[in-house]
């Protein structure tokens, strides 16, 4: 990886506010902002087009063969482009979140993504979101963090994000889905949910967002 970008991995289980902190920490540092969920999730409402059972591995890999997944970036925000389509508002939705679990844990679909998260780290710098990004697509990342929060803070989070949009979901719901998706992501054979041996790990339960924030810029700026 060429030695003058700087990219900072941050990993960490749904719900832990990955996405929003580090979307206003890339801002404030001026790197752009990478959400790999994205990309599995993207992977996962394919699948769910196409009728099959996300549960199914080799029918989940056959769905590869033909389509085409990418990111772009428009005005530091990004978008999703499923064959070409933009697909970023219907990735959102919770059959699209159980999706993008159960295909992550297909390695056909891992490799198929792993090139590109590749290329964009090493052209930009960036804050990199996912779930294996400090340990498996950037080990050599110069940063690399691990938010967390307690489940029960994470799904009441989701909770409020979901209810604002309009939907009918319970609370319970949340904290059901969110369990099982803790359990399958770091579970799972290939690339699970796991802490770096070198990554500063931040608990963001009972912190406000700005804290968060804080606390991640901070730990960019200590390692640089
Ligand atoms: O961060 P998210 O909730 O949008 O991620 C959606 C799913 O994708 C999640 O269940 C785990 C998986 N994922 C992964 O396995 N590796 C990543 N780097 C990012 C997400």
Not at 98 to 112: K, L, N, Q, T
Not at 115 to 127: G, P, S, T, V, Y
Not at 166 to 187: A, F, I, M, P, W
């Amino acid at each position: 990886m060429s030695s003058n970008v700087i990219n900072v991995a941050i990993d960490g289980p749904a719900g832990a506010g990955k996405s929003t902190v580090s979307r206003a920490a890339a801002k404030e540092l001026g790197f752009i902002y990478v959400d790999t969920g994205a990309l599995y999730r993207a992977v996962g409402v394919n699948a769910l087009r196409k009728g099959i059972d996300t549960k199914d591995k080799p029918a989940v890999a056959e769905t590869l063969s033909g389509i085409s997944v990418d990111l772009v970036f428009e005005n530091g925000e990004q978008k999703v482009l499923l064959n070409g389509e933009d697909v970023s508002v219907e990735i959102r939705t919770p059959p699209a979140s159980m999706a993008a679990s159960d295909v992550s844990a297909v390695p056909e679909v891992r490799a198929f993504l792993f090139d590109l998260q590749r290329d964009i780290a090493k052209r930009n710098n960036c804050i990199m979101d996912g779930r294996d990004i400090g340990t498996v697509v950037l080990p050599d990342a110069k940063v690399k963090i691990f938010l967390t929060a307690d489940p029960e803070e994470r799904a009441m989070r989701r909770f409020k994000e979901l209810q604002e949009k309009g939907s009918t979901v319970t609370y319970k719901e949340v904290l059901d889905d969110l369990l099982v998706r803790d359990y399958n992501d770091s579970h799972r054979e290939i690339a699970p949910l796991k802490p770096a041996e070198d990554s500063v790990v931040i608990n963001t339960t009972g912190i406000t967002f700005e804290e968060s924030v804080n606390k991640i810029i901070e730990t960019v700026k200590e390692k640089m």
